[in-house]
């Protein structure tokens, strides 16, 4: 299989060489390797002082830019708000009056709006190359620019029209409290940990808050925050997990009606859980929904060859009691023995549970990446309780 990476650069290689064809439009890029599924939150910006072409300009220049440079972040995207551009608006009647089409002022502007290439020059045993910047910066460059001569006189673009700085056609508007606002949209790299990017985000946002507050701009950011529903849904496996877990030593209790193997078997449940999650930080899988999910799964099970374990223990010891003094032998030996006697057996049940969830192990595909951290982590646990019993 072909690592997105190599078919990324190889993407790449070949839309290189179709840059600028035809050459009226713009070269084709690479959009950032993310998706919708990336969106890891959202940032409202809001201003009671500043028009809505000045907030999109606040959002793209100062936000934007600092929240790409985070680490773990693929791209930025601003909506709302309106697209400052500069605007050149003919006049028909002064165009008629000089001769000149909207295709002479097209035509104009596009020549005298580009950089080029000015040769180079030697010197002191250096060559320095040389660009003319022709771009142009701001409404008197644009003004300025020459369409035709008429009578030995240059016909500029402030002759036949009017220049001025406008909103670009919006498509789509965003709000926040039914007040104009510029949304922006962060979406994560597909490997980076969404927890870790969020906070980060969060960092940057705070950093920027002095600057913002300045220019009268607020930033509210409880529109959709991805890690907010990633922490209640480990919160709430976690709750579960412990329910569960405490539900298992009432039971023990209920039923062995005794003490001491209820705690030796409840010892069990916490020790196969750190086991197994030592394990999962061996295989480099994190404490996430799905592997919580398989631990939570598990917790019933958990105890399982403890119990069996105990118990047989406790039956040997019974007898123990009943046999003459002088045959009963150590302590030591009959708990080693009664354990041996049923090791054999507690192994096969447990390696049958095990075998239950090895199929999600071999699933392909969307199904395979979401179900396999659960099945690990279930099978994990599942060794790890036999190990401990």
Known sequence: DTSPELARQRVTERLQGVSGLPPETEGPALAPASSV???????????????????????????RRRLLAVRGVSQVVAMGGQERQYQVLPDPLRLERYGLTLHDVHAAIARGNQNAPGGYVIGKGQEAVVRVLGRSHDLEDLKDLTIAQRAGVAVRVRDVADVVVGPAVARGAASYNAQPAVILSIVKQPAADTIAVTRQVDAAVDA????????GVAVHRDLFRQSDFIDLAVS???????????????????????????LISAIALPMSMLLS????????????????????????????????????????LRDRTQLPPDQRGPVLQTVLAA???????IASATFILMLVFVPLLLLGGLEGRLLRPLAIAYLAAIG??????
């Open 208 to 215: 920027l808050l002095p600057l913002l507050e300045q220019k």
């Open 339 to 345: 354990s041996l006697e049923i090791r054999s057996s």
């Open 236 to 262: 709430n496996l976690t709750r579960v997990l412990r329910d569960g877990a405490v539900l298992v030593v009432a039971v023990l209790l209920l039923f062995l009606w005794s003490v001491r193997p209820t």
């Open 37 to 63: 599924m990336g969106e890891i939150a959202f940032l409202a910006l809001t201003s009671t002082s500043l028009d809505p072409m000045e907030l999109r300009r606040v959002a793209e220049v100062d936000v």
């Open 384 to 389: 790890s309780s036999l190990v401990v019993a």
């Open 277 to 316: 999650v030592l394990v999962l930080d061996f295989l480099g899988l994190s404490l996430d929904a799905m592997t919580l999910g398989g631990l939570a799964i598990a917790v019933g099970a958990l105890v399982d060859d403890a119990i069996v374990d105990v118990e047989n223990v406790s039956r040997r």
